[in-house]
């Protein structure tokens, strides 16, 4: 029925579909309608046989199959919008120098070079060896304790270079020059005094360096215990390396398997235990936003209950019976300070909570959402839901779990006033996080 008007012309359609197929009369055959110019050679070989041979409906051989149609996209009128690269937080203050590496560099030549001329080349490779075992041990358990908001990567290289190179090497330098200039020769005191004042000194050193030139990575307890704990992972790698070594060339195997067990089974979180104390005093002056001076006096305090802690694991093995001291003594430290750090997580996902529920109350997130970004279980439950949706979506749940975590950590450090970059972290996260729900949530 025609509405009365003039009819409105046509728009051409940008999409011209293909022509259709030339239909052939059932009583023609392809071969009737139009000669092949195709002439089958001459096979003169007696093990060719008429499959070997050239089809003549075209395709290479009678098992290719005929590819099915497909037809072209529609032209787009325009050029497509593209999604723009998502922003990143700032790295200035939560990352060091490249530089620091380069040293670490050379200082790790140098010390390459002192293991093989004390120890020899296979004994330095047999106890570099058995040393990463405890190391992987201790790595492992610090990647649990920083699950909750995992630090730089860098920063976390640092650390472990820090105590396995710098740290071993100073301490070195220094016992040398103690042993010429005051002929220090007592085993006793250098284990139970001299060891865990040169040593913890050194590692804690690193520990305030990160604190220094990553201010906005050092949150708060749990940053100084991890910082600490690799730190003396580090420390405690190099050295063990030492005394593999050393016990490989003056007792074999035998002394060898004892000297592992001890350090490397018995005692792997020892060092990392030691220097996480000086890690948490200075932690707890980054959750005030303290300065530089104060996160110095408070290492300071830290560093005496660590050298305490050291002098006191050296000292029953030097004077007491090892294994009553360390199952009466060093297990009972070792489970008060997993339940600590036990204690000190919950207070980390308290605050994470507390924080994106500002942004709940907001719009940016909802209350369920919180729910699964600020709680172990909410959490789990997430990941499970994201690894049934299509394509497996966990590695986008991980991200959006990720940037929530850290977004609540730029919140508390804009506060408490400590961090004039958190504003432009804060944009970032926010535009992270939201382009990553729409693509959980994509069909």
């Not at 002394?255 to 060092?271: D, I």
């Not at 997430?382 to 497996?392: E, F, I, K, V």
């Amino acid at each position: 029925m025609s509405s009365g008007g003039p009819s409105q012309p046509q728009q051409p359609s940008p999409y011209a579909p293909p022509p259709a197929p030339v239909q052939i009369p059932p009583q023609q055959t392809p071969a009737q309608q139009m000669p092949s110019p195709y002439v089958p050679p001459q096979y003169s070989s007696p093990l060719s046989s008429p499959a070997a041979r050239p089809s003549v409906t075209g395709y290479a051989s009678s098992l290719a199959q005929p590819t099915p149609y497909t037809p072209p996209a529609p032209v787009a009128p325009s050029p497509a919008e593209s999604l723009p690269a998502l922003p990143v937080p700032t790295r200035k203050g939560r990352t060091v120098s490249l530089w620091l590496f380069g040293v670490l560099g050379f200082l790790l030549i140098a010390l390459v070079g002192y293991f093989v001329w004390a120890l020899g080349s296979f004994a330095s490779v047999v106890g570099l060896v058995l040393a990463l075992i405890p190391l992987t041990i201790v790595f492992l358990g610090v990647r649990l304790i920083d699950r909750w908001e995992p630090e730089p990567k860098r920063l976390v290289a640092f650390a472990i270079a820090w105590g396995a190179v710098a740290a071993v090497g100073l301490t070195l330098l220094v016992d040398t020059a103690l042993t010429l200039l005051l002929d220090i020769r007592s085993e006793d005191f250098t284990a139970v005094v001299q060891a865990p004042i040169v040593e913890e000194l050194w590692k804690g050193l690193g520990v305030f360096l990160i604190f220094l030139l990553a201010r906005r990575a050092f949150d708060g307890p749990v940053d100084g215990i991890v910082y600490g704990a690799l730190v003396g992972a580090g420390f405690a790698f190099t050295e063990n390396i030492q005394y593999f070594g050393v016990s490989l060339i003056e007792g074999g195997g035998e002394q060898l398997t004892v000297t592992f067990v001890v350090r490397g089974l018995l005692s792997p979180f020892a060092h990392a235990m030691f220097t996480a104390i000086t890690g948490f005093a200075i932690g707890l002056v980054a959750r005030r936003h303290g300065s530089a001076r104060a996160a110095f006096g408070a290492g300071g305090v830290g560093l005496i209950g660590a050298i305490l802690l050291h002098a006191l694991w050296n000292g029953s093995a030097t004077f007491a019976d090892f294994f009553g001291l360390y199952f009466t003594l060093q297990v009972p430290l070792f489970i008060g300070f997993i339940l600590c750090i036990v204690a000190l997580r919950r207070e980390e996902a308290r605050l994470t909570r507390a924080r994106l529920e500002d942004y709940a109350a907001a719009g940016w997130f909802t209350p369920e959402e919180v729910t699964m970004l600020a709680t172990p279980a909410g959490r789990k439950v997430g990941l499970a839901w994201a690894s049934q949706l299509r394509g497996d979506r966990r590695p986008l749940m991980r991200a959006f779990i990720k940037d929530a975590t850290e977004l609540a950590a730029v919140r508390q450090r804009a506060i408490t006033g400590r961090d004039p970059m958190a504003v432009n972290d804060e944009r970032a996260l926010l535009i992270r996080t939201r382009a990553t729900r729409a693509a959980l949530l994509a069909y």
